[in-house]
C-alpha cells in the first residue's frame, strides 16, 4: 500500500468519533496486505479513562472507518485482531459494500438542543433501535428527566475532581485564538458554547472558583446539560455482551452512529451514565438490561441540525500514520 493511499485511508477512516475529540488512532502499512492501528499514548487520558477503555472503543470506532474507508478505495478485508491497544487488519481483495461518504460527513455529535421531531421520525427511531439487539430505547418524558437528572448528578461527581478538569480543558478548545482549535479537542462552536460561556467556562472550570461555586450550591447548574437533554426525541442505552473486546464494541458503535445518521438523526453521547457507578446501575435498571450486558454509554437523539452543524475538527492527514 502507498504512503498517499494509506493517507486517504487514515484520513476517512478518522471521521469516526473519539473521546474529547482525541482522535488517539494511528495508521501504519503492515507489507502490502495489512494495516496496524495502534493508539497513541500522548493523545490517551490518564485522569478520565485510567484504563483505556474510552480509547479502545475510539480505536474500535476509527477501525471500522478503516475498513468502510477500504471498501471505498476498492479493497476488502478478511478479518482482523486486536491485543490491547494495537489492532491488525488483514487485507484482501474481495469487494464490500460502499456507504456514502456523505453519511460519514454527516455524522455529528449535536450538543444544542434538540428540534421537535415528527411523529413520522419518532416512529423511524423504533423501527431502527427494534432492527438491533444493542440498543434499548426510551422516549418516554419522565425517563428522559429520571436519566437527565441521573447525568447532571454524575456529571458533578466527576467535575468535582480538579485533576479531571484540568485534562479536559486541557482538551477543550474555548477561542479562535487556540492553534489547535480546527483540529481536534472540543471547540467552544463543536460544545453549542457563545463566546462569553466559553469565556466563563475557561474560568469556572478552575481552581479556586469551581469550588467555591461549589460551596455555595451552584456548581450541579454550571455543569447542568438538563434543559438540553430533555429536548431529545429519546435516549437511547447503547450495550454489548459482558467481556466483549472494547475494539469491537467501538466498531459497532459506529456503525450504529452511521444507522442513525442515514435514518435523519444526530446523537450526543451521556458517556458518564456508563462511567459512574451508581447511575450505571439506574440506567440498567431502568432499561430492564440484563446483567449479561455491558453498558457502553446512553446517547441523546434527535433530528439531525442539517447545516447548523459545526465542520469537524480534525488532524490533517500525514499526521495520522506511524512510521515502520
Known amino acids: 500500500m ?6 486517504t485511508i487514515a484520513e476517512e477512516a478518522n471521521l469516526a468519533p473519539s473521546a474529547h475529540n482525541t482522535q488517539p488512532t494511528r495508521w501504519q502499512a503492515d507489507g502490502d496486505n495489512a494495516i496496524l492501528l ?18 479502545r472503543l475510539s480505536g474500535g470506532a476509527s477501525l471500522y472507518g478503516t475498513i468502510i474507508a477500504l471498501a471505498r478505495n476498492g479493497m476488502g478485508t478478511s478479518g482482523w485482531e486486536a491485543d490491547g491497544d494495537r489492532a491488525r487488519i488483514e487485507l484482501s481483495s474481495d469487494a464490500c459494500p460502499v456507504l456514502p461518504a456523505e453519511l460519514l460527513t454527516r ?4 450538543r444544542a438542543g434538540f428540534e421537535a421531531p415528527s411523529n413520522d421520525a419518532r416512529r423511524a427511531l423504533e423501527d431502527l433501535c427494534a432492527s438491533r439487539d444493542d440498543t434499548a430505547l426510551t422516549q418516554a ?33 474555548l477561542s479562535r485564538s487556540n492553534p489547535r482549535w480546527d483540529t481536534d479537542g472540543l471547540s467552544a ?3 453549542a458554547m457563545s463566546g462569553l460561556e466559553a469565556r466563563a467556562a475557561g474560568l469556572v472550570l478552575r481552581r479556586p472558583l469551581f469550588e467555591l461555586i461549589d460551596r455555595i450550591g451552584f ?22 455482551p459482558q467481556g466483549e473486546d472494547r475494539w469491537t464494541s467501538g466498531g459497532k458503535f459506529y456503525d450504529f452512529w452511521i444507522a442513525l445518521t442515514r435514518a435523519g438523526f444526530a446523537a450526543w453521547p451521556m458517556a458518564v451514565l456508563a462511567d459512574n457507578t451508581e447511575a450505571r446501575q439506574e440506567v440498567m435498571r431502568l432499561y430492564q438490561l440484563p446483567d449479561d450486558r455491558d453498558l457502553i454509554t ?27
Open 189 to 191: 462552536e463543536a460544545l
Open 141 to 173: 418524558k419522565d425517563q428522559i428527566e429520571a436519566l437527565s437528572e441521573w447525568n447532571d448528578q454524575a456529571s458533578l461527581a466527576v467535575m468535582r475532581a480538579p485533576d479531571f478538569r484540568y485534562e479536559l480543558l486541557d482538551w477543550m478548545r
Open 38 to 55: 495502534s493508539l497513541k499514548p500522548s493523545r490517551l487520558l490518564p485522569i478520565g479513562d485510567p484504563e483505556n477503555k474510552d480509547a
Open 2 to 7: 502507498t504512503p498517499d493511499l494509506l493517507e
Open 219 to 240: 456548581a450541579k447548574a454550571v455543569v447542568s446539560e438538563h434543559s438540553k437533554t430533555i429536548t431529545a426525541t429519546g435516549l437511547i442505552a447503547f450495550h454489548r
Open 298 to 324: 446512553v446517547l441523546r437523539v434527535g433530528p439531525h441540525p442539517g447545516n447548523r452543524q459545526p465542520p469537524k475538527a480534525r488532524l490533517a492527514a500525514h499526521q495520522l500514520l506511524t512510521e515502520a
Open 107 to 110: 455524522r455529528t455529535t449535536y
